[in-house]
């Protein structure tokens, strides 16, 4: 990946929701996988394990496995692209 990609992640890392807004902005993942690694992240915030004792909250392996897609899916992005910009810099 480009140092400019990689440098961009790396500033914006302080913002509340910044890793899939920057990732997506840089054209590294698509806006579905975008929603979705929101989703996981706020989701990530309420099985902190403090949250968890307040609410009594114990997630399950289908809890899990939902998680890990969004992950998965965020990979497969990732190298799609890195894949593209690649190619890009090859027939320049």
């Known amino acids: 990946m480009s140092s400019r990609f990689t440098e961009s992640i790396v500033a914006d890392r302080t ?15 698509s ?19 403090a949250e968890q004792l307040a609410h009594g909250f114990l997630p399950d392996t289908h809890t899990a496995r939902i998680g890990f897609q969004v992950v ?9 692209a890195a894949g593209a910009a690649e190619k890009r810099t090859g027939q320049d």
């Open 31 to 49: 806006p579905n996988v975008e929603k979705f690694g929101h989703g996981l992240r706020d989701f990530c915030n309420y099985v902190h394990p």
């Open 15 to 29: 913002q509340p929701g910044a890793p899939p807004d920057v990732l997506a902005r840089l054209g590294g993942l």
């Open 72 to 80: 998965i899916a965020a990979a497969e992005d990732l190298v799609r």
